[in-house]
């Protein structure tokens, strides 16, 4: 089992939709759960980070977490061709990093269609 | 401006080649780390350091070497290149964290692509 697992995509959706994107991780000892935008050809950037059970919401974005389960999702409204990227789950796993990896996923390619 | 660099930014070698991918930044961070990215595998940890002359594996570090004697340089070394470490490889840092624990946005460089023939 992968630590990290994502759909690979392309998730697509289209202009002004809600886009889905979701994550399931192994270790449940995990803290912290991080969302990472990749346009092709640039390197990741952080769009959003979440630490507690529960939705976290910034703009247009909204991380939901749930340890019980072990995934994580990320959802974009009113989605724009400009999110059309590469969107990476990266979780802290504590049992097998001691804190101190962080392990990605593979992740899903969003296509935002006019 | 608040950055990462990676140098070079394209490097194509040959087998047994010995070369180094430099990595500085400027923020103070103390926790730097190298990722390599391939097609349908993502982001992969090669090493991390958590502070000057502190380093340790990550999930793919046969074949590399790292060290951390400043704590803004990070370079990675591969002794000797093989095709398989064809890759597009990411340095990335970030603050430490509370007691450890990885709390900070992990901010990356442009990425290095390398090609070993």
């Known amino acids: 089992q992968k630590e990290v697992e994502q759909n690979s995509g392309p998730l697509s959706v289209p202009e002004g939709a809600i886009a889905s994107l979701n994550c399931t991780y192994s270790d449940r000892g995990s803290q912290s759960f991080f969302w990472y935008r990749q346009y092709s050809g640039k390197s990741p950037e952080l769009i959003m980070f979440?630490?507690?059970?529960g939705d976290k919401e910034d703009g247009r974005f909204t991380a939901q977490l749930n340890k019980a389960s072990q995934y994580v999702s990320l959802l974009i409204r009113d989605s724009q061709p400009s999110d059309s990227a590469t969107y990476l789950c990266?979780?802290?796993?504590?049992?097998?990093?001691?804190?101190?990896?962080?392990?990605f996923g593979t992740g899903t390619q969003l296509k935002v269609e006019l | 401006e608040a950055q990462v660099t990676q140098n070079p930014r394209y490097l194509i070698t040959v087998t047994g080649k010995k070369l180094t991918v430099t990595c500085s930044q400027n923020?103070?961070?103390?926790?730097m780390s190298w990722y390599r990215q391939d097609p349908g595998l993502g982001l992969r940890q090669i090493y991390y350091?958590?502070?000057?002359?502190?380093?340790d594996k990550g999930d793919v570090p046969e074949g590399y070497k790292v060290s951390r004697k400043e704590k803004r340089n990070f370079p990675l070394i591969l002794e000797s290149p093989s095709p398989n470490q064809t890759s597009l490889y990411f340095c990335a840092s970030r603050l430490r964290g509370l007691a450890g624990v990885n709390t900070g946005e992990l901010f990356f460089g442009e990425g290095s692509r390398l090609t070993v023939l």
């Open positions: 350091s958590m502070n000057v002359e502190v380093t």
């Open positions: 990266a979780v802290n796993p504590i049992l097998t990093g001691g804190g101190n990896k962080l392990t």
């Open positions: 923020m103070n961070h103390e926790y």
């Open positions: 979440i630490y507690s059970n």
